[in-house]
Structure formats: C-alpha cells, structure tokens
C-alpha cells in the first residue's frame, strides 16, 4: 500500500443515461433508462431520474417499466458511447501511461507512474483538474476517488457519486470502511453478504473484528482471507496497463443485432485474426481461447476452451472459435461479439521482434472496454473497440429503434420516440437545441432515414479571421464565403 492517495479511480455518471441526457434535450432532468428492450430485455444504465423510482442496471426490463411506467426507455447508441469513451480515455492518458480501463467509462489511473501526483495535494488537483476536463470535452460528468490502493480509490468515486470527488487519506482507510455494508467489498454478492449477515456480520468493522480465523472458518480459505485483508483496507494490487494484462481480447459491439448466423461466424473468424495479431504484437501466446457473445437482451455468455499448449496460431484460435460458437443460440440476435486468449505465455525475445513489427498497427488499441454488463461474467483482460462497420439495410420496421438517430427530408434531424402498427413516432431535437417537436410518420416513408448519432456538443465554429472554407460545387455550403453569406436555414 502506498503512502500517498495517487491511484485514481473515474467512473462515468449514469454514462449511457446520461450521454442521451445530453443528445436529447427533452430527456433532461427525466428518467431515462437504456439497456435492452426486447422481451428478455435488461436495464444496462438508469438516470438518477430513473433511480428513484427504484430502477437499477442489470434489472429486468419488464420490472424497471413497472417500476417507472413514464420513463423513456431507449436501446443504447454504442458508436456514441465509444466516440465519449475515446474522449475519456485520451484525457486520462495525458495523466499516466499505467491506466487500466474497466470498461467503456471507468478506468483505474496510476498518478504517481505518470508523475502527475506525488502526495495528497497534487492528487487532489490532478483529480479537480481531470473532471473539469471531461466535463469540457465531453458535456458529461465523472466521478473520481483517490487513494492508495485500487479497492480504496473504487470505493471513493462510487461514495462521490455522482459529480464529486472523494479523496481517502491513507491512514484512514479503517475509519472509512468500518460503517459500510460489506457488501461494498470486491467479491461479496448478494448470495456471501446473507452468508455474513446470518453469522451477525453487516458492516466491514464487524468483519475486521471477526478476525480471519473466523472469516476462514465461514467462508472458506481463500475468500476467508481475502476477506480479512479488505475489511483492514489492505489491497496491494497494481495498476496493470493494456500491455502488461493476462489476457488478450478484442470485442466488436454492433449497432444493430446480427441475425444472419453466417455473418455472425464471419465476425468471430475476424475478430479471432485480430485477437492473435495483438497477441503476437505483445510477443505473448496463449492456451485458453473465449468466446463472448451479448444476445439481443443483452444476456451475455462465455464460453472457453483450453488446448493442451499455448498458440499464437491464427488457424488454432480461429478454429477454437469457430467450434465455441457452435453451442451458442443467436437466432434472437447478436449485439456484441468478443475473442481472447488468455493463459498467456511469453515468446522467447526473437519471436518477440520478429512478430512485433507484424502486429503494429494494432498495437495502439482504444482503451474501451466490455460495453455493458457490470455482471459479465468474461475472463477477459483489456478490450478494444474497434471501428463501427457498415450494416446491411435492416427491415423497415427494425430500423427504428426506440433512441436511434434518424433525418427527415423536411424535418432535419431527429430521434425515434416509439415506433409500431406501420407508424414511427420522432421528436426533432439536437443535442444543442431546444427540446423538439414530435411527429408522426409512416414506417417507410420515403423521406425518413436512420442517421449517426451527431455529437454531444457543437462543433465549434471556426476561429474568428480563419478563412471560410471554400466549398465544393454540389456540397452543402457551397458558395458560402465573404462575397456570398450564407442563408441561415
Ligand atoms: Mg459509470
């Protein structure tokens, strides 16, 4: 444990609520819950809004929509998400090189690595500074807890939330915990935290005072022990970087679910080539190959397979895949796919070199993370988002998915509120703009096409005395210049 609270932890408030909080200006200060809308559906992310009504991620869809009947439920806009991610990934870049994203929106940071903090004050400040950030280049808030371990620092931002930033002086560490419900440590689910509490146990001070052997005696050896040192605020785990993880994988999220079993096999081949090109690139092999898969409603399996020797073959992985992929059910769609290999090896140096300049381009993976599930149970280390690709032109009536982005010909840009029974309903509103409009249409009229998210702030105009760009016959803004002004529409 180190003396001094520089290892940061920064979760994204309510992320996904709150990045269509911010595209959608009627939403604001309403609940919103995103996560899967169909009949098996689960809340991925629930306003604060949403909250009070008792709504929480990983819930069953059906129960949250009881729980909160006037909410606006919406299917999450993963290209967004990732764009907001990058964003904060960067920023927490600039602090260390040893960060550890968790998954899309939360990363653990390594300020005295980076040489950004060295003691309580500089952490602080590092912190402050971090959150104003984010604040500017994404519109979105985060919140950040400090201290000198990485159990500590995560149970300071969650104590933060939301907006805040929670500072825990090494030293104090017992003092802070002793009151919680032991169920804030790592590890203790709902089934081990009635275990405890039948035994008399609620807060971490009662765990501490318990002592191991009695833990031991309880819960078993490992977890027993593991226990005792939490409850003592004892976490000595370090900060591990990307490069330095016990598992390689690559995730693609998809925008719209994949049915066709063929293109979902074409995926997983993909992803599998990719998964080994990054293992080569960090000159590492593995034995155990996974498969993640995220259906439809957001469920979310994982299967492996160990061979008997570590691989770096594309041909082995691709394969293991390939058979993996075999004993899953995708016939209600398929929203994210995942690859890895863990059990990880290292080469021998001159395979290292030999391989690393093969596998370079796909060294600088984003910083991104498993999308959704909190409760994924998937062995992977770091992930990478990759790049949306194109989709083939779903269906008409698949199209308008409750969220997702559309224009109109006449109407401009605007958002699915609801659509079915042939009609699609629309609200007209960009992130910038007043709350809109809403309008009703037929599925599939000709005017109305799905559409990119648009960003959460506005692009800034160009700087004053920057020439106007001169724009291209048949492009938007054509003729617009000093000579021309152009007609504000
Ligand atoms: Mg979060």
């Known amino acids: 444990m180190r003396t001094a609270p520089t290892i940061l932890h920064l979760d994204m408030d309510a992320f996904y609520a709150s990045a269509e909080q911010a595209a959608k200006p009627s939403l604001r200060g309403k609940p919103v819950v995103v996560g899967g809308l169909g009949p098996r559906g689960v809340v991925a992310t629930a306003s604060y809004e949403a909250r009070r009504f008792g709504v929480h991620s990983a819930m069953p869809m059906a129960q949250a929509r009881r729980l909160a009947p006037n909410a606006a439920y919406l299917v999450p806009r993963f290209s967004l998400y990732r764009a907001v991610s990058e964003q904060v990934m960067e920023l927490l870049a600039t602090l260390s090189p040893l960060v550890e994203p968790l998954s899309l929106d939360e990363a653990f940071v390594d300020l005295e690595a980076g040489g950004s903090a060295d003691d309580s004050a500089s952490a602080q400040a590092a912190g402050e500074r971090l959150r104003a950030d984010i604040r500017r280049v994404t519109g979105l808030t985060g919140s950040v807890g400090l201290a000198g371990s990485k159990m500590l620092a995560k149970i ?20 802070l915990l002793g009151p919680l419900s032991v169920r804030t440590l790592p590890g203790v689910g709902p089934a081990t935290g009635e275990h405890l509490r039948r035994a008399g146990m ?3 001070a009662d765990l501490a005072e318990a002592g191991e052997d009695e833990l031991v005696r309880l819960v078993g050896k490992a977890h027993g022990t593991a226990l005792h040192h939490m409850a003592l605020g004892h976490d000595d785990r370090p900060v591990v970087a990307e490069r330095d993880a016990k598992s390689v994988s690559v995730e693609d999220t998809f925008d719209v679910d994949l049915h066709d079993r063929v293109r979902v096999r074409g995926e997983v081949e993909r992803l599998a080539e990719r998964c080994v090109h990054r293992l080569r690139a960090a000159g590492r092999s593995g034995r155990t190959v996974v498969l ?8 979310t399996l994982t299967r492996s397979e160990t061979l008997r020797g570590p691989t ?19 016939t209600g769609g398929v929203r994210l796919l995942g690859v890895g290999v863990s059990g990880l090896a290292d080469y021998t140096q001159e395979d290292l070199f030999a391989q690393a300049a093969a596998g370079e381009h796909e060294g600088e993976a984003g910083a991104a993370g498993p999308g959704v599930a909190e409760a994924s149970a998937a062995p992977q280390g770091r992930n990478e988002a990759a790049e949306p690709k194109p989709e083939p032109e779903p269906p008409a009536e698949r199209r308008w998915l409750a969220g997702h982005d559309v224009r109109h010909a006449r109407y401009g840009a605007g958002w699915v509120q609801g659509s079915g029974l042939g009609r699609v309903t629309v609200r007209f509103e960009e992130p910038w703009s007043q709350p809109g409009r809403v309008r009703t249409f037929a599925v599939d009229d000709p005017e109305l096409t799905p559409a990119e998210p648009l960003p959460l702030l506005r692009p800034s105009s160009p700087e004053p005395g920057t020439p106007p760009r001169d724009g291209l016959p048949g492009q938007p803004g054509a003729g617009c210049g000093a000579k021309t002004p152009c007609q504000s529409s």
């Not at 993640?292 to 469920?299: A, E, G, L, N, T």
């Not at 770096?312 to 995708?330: G, K, N």
């Open 156 to 175: 300071a931002s969650e104590q933060a939330k939301p907006d805040g930033l929670l500072l825990i002086e090494p030293g104090t560490e017992r003092e």
């Open 202 to 204: 609620t807060t971490v």
């Open 292 to 299: 993640k898969v995220r259906r439809f409603d957001f469920s």
């Open 312 to 330: 770096d073959d594309p041909a082995v992985v691709r394969e293991a895949a390939a058979r993996l992929l075999e004993s899953v059910d995708t």
